[in-house]
């Protein structure tokens, strides 16, 4: 029997003062994207927080690494 989608969903929220700082909450799905003011402790000041990516998607495909490259010292190239 297949699940339910939940109504919430985890999304991250990073900083507009490019500092690397990331928040994380929960969202109704059926919301639009969301921006938040909200204290950065890196930049010590409050700051604008936009969505960055939801947090559960679907995963990506491994890799193929059989038809990979090397080069001579055996490092691989994409």
């Known amino acids: 029997m297949?699940?339910?989608k939940s109504r919430l969903t985890l999304?991250?929220?990073?900083?507009?003062?490019?500092?690397?700082?990331?928040?994380?909450?929960y969202r109704p799905r059926n919301c639009p994207l969301m921006t938040q003011?909200?204290?950065?402790p890196i930049a010590m000041r409050h700051v604008l927080f936009t969505e960055g990516r939801k947090r559960?998607?679907?995963?990506k495909?491994?890799?193929n690494?059989?038809?990979a490259t090397y080069d001579k010292r055996g490092t691989r190239l994409f």
């Open 2 to 4: 297949a699940k339910n």
């Open 11 to 25: 999304i991250k929220l990073v900083s507009t003062a490019k500092t690397g700082f990331n928040r994380f909450l």
């Open 37 to 40: 003011v909200r204290y950065d």
């Open 56 to 59: 559960k998607i679907e995963a």
């Open 61 to 63: 495909p491994l890799p």
């Open 65 to 67: 690494f059989r038809n």
